[in-house]
């Protein structure tokens, strides 16, 4: 258990990522946090956004760790997120952890050790479970409204043109350039996680390959492919389908099956809206068929609707707040974390192999993550040695000429002048 905290001052924060910084300011103030420090190698954007905050920068990790903070939020590189998770347990610092929770199996076990042995939070960032229409889906199935969950979608389509995934991928090897379809899952995987309960124990992972035909594909820098589709086989033996990627069709969507009825966040008009389902057969007299209403937040409703990313950003820093003055570590805990992200990992070791079903080790046991301690697999160039895995289910790409010579343009306008 976390050690609890002195409530009368703020909980000084520091954030790695000046770009999340301007955004987690937001969320801090009302949650009874303070940005204090912020951290990047881009020293440019740096020095202007702290002065445009008035915090303190650091262009050097370990020496932020030394700041008067009481927590950090990492908002770096999708794939280095656990090392500097860990080197922030060990400074004694809290910490709450944008996606992914770790890149590899073994930074997953060495993570949850960390924490574990660590007297401090962590929380794991995934703001989609937040949102309006997932909270009131979880309310409701708490309460037993359809039953028991059965099956399960979540679907997390993000189509954008090639100069604006350019504008936020600057360099050849940044990590939306490379990473591979399966792993940026857990906006889709999480809602239904956390509606329910229940965590997956086998995927199997389908990629959509890389599609020469579609100009926000060849035009743009990335070496993999058009979307995934992972099948999660849950504990409870339900069935969850995750979709994301960038197909046409920009939006984010979860459904709800249960034995009794069925829940989903609606597909036209306003998407905040809930439809609840019930046969007609099974529905209480006087009671309809179909429901279809805009809920509240169950609390904060003002905060939140004010926050980013549909008012999962204020409730992330809540409930990591929350967590820092109770001592109690939260709902999104380092367990739940590694779950949503080696789903990912492990679906992308099944696209590879026609397929086939992978299982998601359970890292609450020390017996289970000794096996899987030194696992490193991982796509990322930096890293790249026999047995590594490509980033497509196509091979190793290489982006076209054209692309080159827009991502030049782009990335200069952004202040970016390397390769």
């Known amino acids: 258990m976390a050690q609890k905290r002195n409530k009368q001052r703020p909980?000084?924060?520091?954030?790695?990522?000046v770009g999340r910084g301007r955004s987690f300011i937001r969320a801090a103030e009302a949650t009874g946090m303070e940005l204090v420090a912020i951290c990047d190698t881009w020293q440019e954007r740096l020095l202007a956004e702290g002065s445009a905050l008035g915090v303190t920068t650091y262009s050097e990790y370990e020496k932020f760790l030394t700041h008067d903070m009481d927590a950090v939020v990492l908002a770096n590189f999708f794939h280095q997120h656990a090392p500097f998770a860990i080197k922030a347990l060990k400074a004694g610092k809290h910490?709450?952890?944008?996606?992914?929770?770790?890149?590899?199996?073994?930074?997953?076990?060495?993570?949850?050790?960390?924490v574990e042995k660590s007297s401090k939070i962590y929380m794991f960032a995934e703001n989609y479970p937040y949102m309006v229409y997932n909270q009131e889906m979880r309310r409701r199935y708490?309460?037993?409204?359809?039953?028991?969950?059965?099956?399960?979608?979540?679907?997390?389509?993000?189509?954008?043109?090639?100069?604006?995934?350019?504008?936020?991928?600057c360099g050849r090897d940044h990590w939306r350039n490379w990473i591979p379809a399966t792993y940026y899952c857990t906006h889709s995987i999480a809602p239904v996680m956390y509606i329910t309960d229940t965590r997956p124990v086998k995927v199997n992972g389908f990629a959509v390959p890389f599609d020469f035909a579609d100009p926000s594909k060849t035009n743009h820098m990335g070496r993999a492919d058009t979307a995934a589709v992972i099948i999660c086989r849950m504990d409870n033996d339900a069935v969850l389908k995750s979709l994301h990627g960038g197909l046409r069709g920009h939006g984010?969507?979860?459904?709800?099956?249960?034995?009794?009825?069925?829940?989903?966040?609606?597909?036209?008009?306003?998407?905040?809206?809930?439809?609840?389902?019930?046969?007609?057969?099974?529905?209480?007299?006087?009671?309809?068929?179909?429901?279809?209403?805009?809920?509240?937040?169950?609390?904060?409703?003002?905060?939140?609707?004010?926050?980013?990313?549909?008012?999962?950003?204020?409730?992330?820093?809540?409930?990591?707040?929350q967590a820092i003055l109770t001592g109690e570590q939260p709902y999104l805990d380092v367990y739940r974390g590694i779950d949503m992200?080696?789903?990912?990992?492990?679906?992308?070791?099944?696209?590879?192999?026609?397929?086939?079903?992978?299982?998601?080790?359970?890292?609450?046991?020390?017996?289970?993550?000794?096996?899987?301690?030194?696992?490193?697999?991982?796509?990322?160039?930096?890293?790249?040695?026999?047995?590594?895995?490509?980033?497509?289910?196509?091979?190793?790409?290489?982006?076209?000429?054209?692309?080159?010579?827009?991502?030049?343009?782009?990335?200069?306008?952004?202040?970016?002048?390397?390769?």
Request: one cysteine or more.
């Open 252 to 321: 984010n969507y979860v459904r709800i099956h249960g034995n009794q009825g069925v829940m989903e966040n609606t597909r036209h008009g306003d998407k905040q809206r809930l439809r609840v389902w019930r046969e007609s057969w099974e529905k209480c007299q006087g009671e309809p068929v179909e429901t279809v209403y805009k809920p509240d937040f169950p609390d904060h409703h003002q905060q939140a609707t004010l926050a980013g990313h549909g008012g999962g950003d204020f409730f992330t820093s809540y409930h990591f707040a």
């Open 142 to 169: 708490q309460l037993g409204d359809i039953g028991e969950f059965k099956y399960g979608e979540g679907e997390y389509v993000h189509p954008d043109p090639p100069e604006v995934k350019l504008a936020r991928s």
């Open 95 to 114: 910490v709450m952890s944008e996606t992914a929770a770790c890149h590899t199996l073994g930074e997953g076990v060495a993570l949850a050790r960390a």
């Open 11 to 17: 909980i000084r924060v520091g954030v790695v990522g």
């Open 341 to 419: 992200s080696i789903a990912g990992i492990q679906a992308w070791r099944s696209a590879l192999n026609d397929s086939a079903p992978m299982q998601v080790p359970d890292f609450r046991r020390e017996s289970v993550r000794r096996k899987y301690a030194k696992d490193d697999w991982s796509p990322d160039p930096q890293r790249k040695k026999k047995g590594q895995p490509a980033s497509s289910v196509l091979g190793d790409l290489e982006p076209s000429p054209a692309a080159k010579k827009l991502a030049a343009k782009v990335w200069a306008k952004q202040g970016y002048l390397g390769e």
